[in-house]
């Protein structure tokens, strides 16, 4: 499958099935981000999914895919500690701000940036027309967070340092994503880039939520907790493996910018599970991110 994958690197076949996998990760974004965010703490529901994919990438890493060439080994410490930063960011938004107002606000920080970074390293260029979808998608985004802090009451103390925290962790997003893009290109094998990164980056945090879980006064129960994270574990590499490889297979920017259409789905689990109301402006400003999008796959 290696072989079949890197032979499309470069064509047409290659890019559409980057903007098929792009768009698989944001789905499946929105729905990792909704279980950290669900009913348990921030830390430890991404402690537990953390756990959960790491021990699901081990056996890969370690008995299927070809050992790491020498020069990996440094880029895999660079990439944990990125990953460090955004989820310790991540978890203190989420602790602070309502997943509505935070998460376009991380996602829209992201692509902006993303795009920035991949003509620096990569040299990629964004056309006129590109750069307007851009622009449509972070109105659309953005527009989307200022309805709904308008419009949330909850947690309304805290939540400016939420917003200053979900900027931050956007930051990092754009800085991982384009870090990790690098990374899957240096590697002769993607897959052996994915499971070796599942693995170290499953370890990273635990640490810090296993503090977190003793500190407790009432800690929750391992069962549900751990449910959660085999779920999100799943979806995590289902999520993260997919625009890892839609950024060797195209341009990573077009690819960061299509992964952020999981503001749209975000907004569709608040409505169906979390029982939100999507009033006509939040339809609306969902129609510019979906916009936004489809002008930046078609306007190169």
């Not at 470069?10 to 996998?21: D, H, I």
């Not at 279980?35 to 890493?61: E, N, T, V």
């Not at 460090?84 to 991540?90: E, R």
């Not at 490889?245 to 195209?250: E, M, S």
Request: glycine share 12%; charged share 10%; hydrophobic share 55%.
């Amino acid at each position: 499958m290696s072989a079949w994958l890197i032979s499309l690197e470069g064509t047409e076949a290659g890019r559409t099935l980057a903007t098929g996998l792009a768009l698989l990760a944001a789905i499946l974004h929105a729905v990792f981000g909704a279980l950290q965010k669900g009913r348990h703490d921030p830390w430890l529901s991404r402690g537990a999914i953390d756990a959960s994919y790491c021990l699901m990438a081990a056996p890969f890493a370690l008995f299927v895919v070809p050992w790491p060439e020498p020069h990996m080994w440094p880029i895999f410490a660079g990439a944990v500690v990125i990953h460090v930063g955004y989820k310790v960011l991540q978890a203190m938004a989420y602790s602070r701000g309502a997943y509505t107002v935070v998460y376009p606000v991380v996602r829209g920080t992201g692509p902006l940036f993303t795009v920035i970074g991949a003509w620096l390293i990569f040299g990629e260029r964004f056309t006129p027309v590109q750069w307007g979808g851009v622009a449509v998608l972070l109105t659309g985004i953005y527009g989307l967070a200022l309805y709904n802090l308008r419009h949330y009451v909850l947690q309304r103390e805290t939540m400016p340092l939420a917003l200053g925290l979900a900027v931050a962790t956007g930051v990092f997003v754009a800085l991982y994503t384009t870090y990790d893009a690098y990374g899957i290109r240096a590697a002769a094998d993607p897959f052996t880039f994915l499971a070796w990164f599942f693995m170290f980056d499953g370890l990273s945090i635990l640490p810090i939520a296993y503090a977190r879980w003793r500190a407790m006064a009432v800690r929750p129960a391992l069962g549900p907790l751990m449910a959660r994270g085999v779920t999100g574990g799943v979806v995590a590499f289902f999520s993260f493996g997919a625009i890892m490889l839609a950024t060797r297979l195209d341009k990573v920017g077009q690819a960061a910018v299509l992964r952020e259409t999981s503001t749209v789905f975000a907004a569709l689990i608040g409505w169906l599970v979390l029982k939100e109301t999507v009033g006509p402006r939040r339809i609306a400003l969902m129609g510019l991110i979906a916009a936004g999008a489809v002008i930046v796959e078609f306007g190169g």
